[in-house]
């Protein structure tokens, strides 16, 4: 089993930057993958963003490309996000996701292949 935690997300205002983290415990040294989505209130839960170990391959939804950087301390087991000049529509609960599977580049970005999940942490954009 591989447990995950997500740090506190907040408020922030339009423009400005936030970053998450999500740490794992348990069988952390056998995730593959990890990545984050969210879920916006009466939406479905969307990727955002992930990060595959064995060659490093980092994937962002279009949404945040150029404004998200997804890393990843392996040392701490953590992954992190960096979100950069924050939307009112980035407005959401964010969920840290995990997998020991190996993930393909087109599974990557599909919430059905991961199968550890964090609490999820809220992030409200707004002045």
């Given amino acids: 089993q591989v447990q995950l935690v997500e740090s506190a997300g907040g408020l922030v205002q339009p423009g400005g930057s936030l970053r998450l983290s999500c ?7 056998q995730i ?3 990545g984050w989505f969210r879920q916006a209130p009466g939406k479905e839960r ?4 992930t990060f595959r170990r064995g060659d490093n391959k980092k994937v ?10 997804i ?3 392996n040392v701490k087991n953590t992954l992190y996000l960096q979100m950069n000049s924050l939307k009112s529509e980035d407005t959401a609960a964010y969920y840290c ?3 020991t599977k190996s993930l393909i580049l087109s599974s990557m970005g599909r919430k059905e ?7 999820g942490t809220q992030v409200t954009v707004s002045a």
């Fill in 23 to 29: 740490e794992a415990s348990g069988r952390a040294s």
């Fill in 32 to 34: 593959s993958t990890m």
């Fill in 46 to 49: 969307e990727f955002v963003a």
């Fill in 60 to 69: 962002y939804a279009g949404s945040v490309k150029g404004r998200a950087t």
């Fill in 71 to 73: 890393s990843r301390d």
């Fill in 97 to 99: 996701a995990a997998t």
């Fill in 113 to 119: 292949h991961y199968d550890y999940w964090g609490q």
